[in-house]
């Protein structure tokens, strides 16, 4: 038995467990007995995000503190990352996700079904390659980065989207948490395509999970408030917090306002999520390993015409609202 096949029985045993002594008399209690399927995989979305909080306070954490980019000095912005985070990784977004998207991309799904359109197992690709978990594990993670990474190129490329996706780059003080720092509609657009991929690829819901756990490890360690870099080398094979740093860079790795206020500069750089070749191959790297910038978005440091200064928003609704009001104000503009 590999590895990650006893990893996967381990956290198997490990759900069944919590699903039957914890969850499943809630959701009896609640009087859902016809939800007992999707608690279970629920469980699965809990049970993971448990482990990468671990992960981050154990070991993120002291290397954030010991290894920082710069003091901090806006807790208060934190702490309302640290509440995107728990939202994410505790599944209370699943949840939500499940009770106002998953039946219309449950329909969706059904229809193209049934007009013919097929499924793409990719781990059946090569009899006798593909078959071996790792390997198949590791073709769907460069699959959905891949992915990922043109979903990142679009927020950055289209007014409507960046107007949701400024959200997470105007933390000025960048930490561990800052990664689910998102309009919830940003994380929703780019859940809905995930799903879509893996119902197009075939992709089973073990191994989907475990792969968007991974990926949201990493995300929280190149989001860190840590002065580290892996090397001219290790730069190209794995997304590191320097290189992600400077994506959000003011100036430098993304949007910039025009001097009259009303367009953007849709460019930027090191978009990855995991694997920097994307970057290089499609001409967006910037492997400047010196560079350790600060970050947020240009309307906030520098004002207007009329000297002021573009506001996100100090807590969490407020930053939702204003979110709102950005996207509105970008479709208005294209109309």
């Known amino acids: 038995m590999t590895l990650i096949e006893r990893f996967s029985e381990a956290f198997g045993t490990a759900q069944a467990w919590v699903f039957e002594s914890a969850v499943q008399p809630v959701v009896f209690g609640l009087g ?16 993971a995000g448990l482990i990468q909080l671990l992960v981050v306070v154990v070991l993120v954490l002291p290397l954030q503190r ?44 059904g229809m193209l079904r049934v007009a013919g359109l097929p499924t793409l197992h990719l781990d059946g690709l090569v009899p006798g390659i593909t078959d071996i978990p790792w390997v198949s594990l590791l073709l769907y993670l460069v699959v959905f980065d891949f992915v990922d990474y043109w979903i990142h190129r679009g927020q950055h490329r289209w007014n409507w989207w960046w107007s949701l996706h400024a959200l997470h780059h105007s ?4 930490t561990v948490w800052t990664d689910n720092r998102n309009h919830l509609l940003d994380s929703m657009l780019r859940d809905i395509i995930l799903v879509l991929v893996g119902q197009a690829i075939g992709i089973g819901p073990g191994q989907f999970v475990f792969i968007v756990a991974v990926t949201q490890l990493v995300e929280n360690l190149q989001h860190a408030n840590l002065r580290l870099s892996f090397g ?73 015409a009329d000297g002021k200064l573009n506001d996100y928003g100090n807590g969490f609704w407020s930053q939702q609202w204003l979110g709102l009001v950005r996207l509105f104000s970008s479709i208005q503009r294209q109309t």
């Open 232 to 304: 001219a080398f290790g730069e190209r094979m794995v997304v590191s917090p320097r290189f992600h740093r400077l994506h959000h860079a003011i100036g430098i790795g993304h949007e910039s306002t025009q001097p009259d206020g009303t367009g953007r500069h849709l460019g930027g750089c090191n978009y990855a999520v995991l694997l920097p070749v994307w970057d290089s191959w499609f001409g967006t790297a910037n492997y400047e390993l010196s560079r350790y910038e600060p970050t947020g978005i240009r309307d906030q440091v520098e004002p207007d």
């Open 32 to 47: 859902l007995g016809g939800f007992v399927e999707q608690a279970f995989n629920g469980t699965m979305w809990l049970m």
């Open 171 to 174: 933390q000025r003080q960048m």
């Open 66 to 109: 010991y290894f920082a980019v710069e003091p901090i000095t806006d807790r208060a912005a934190i702490r309302t990352d640290v509440i995107y985070t728990l939202l994410h990784r505790l599944g209370i977004f699943r949840i939500g996700m499940f009770f106002l998207v998953d039946p219309w991309v449950d329909s969706v799904l």
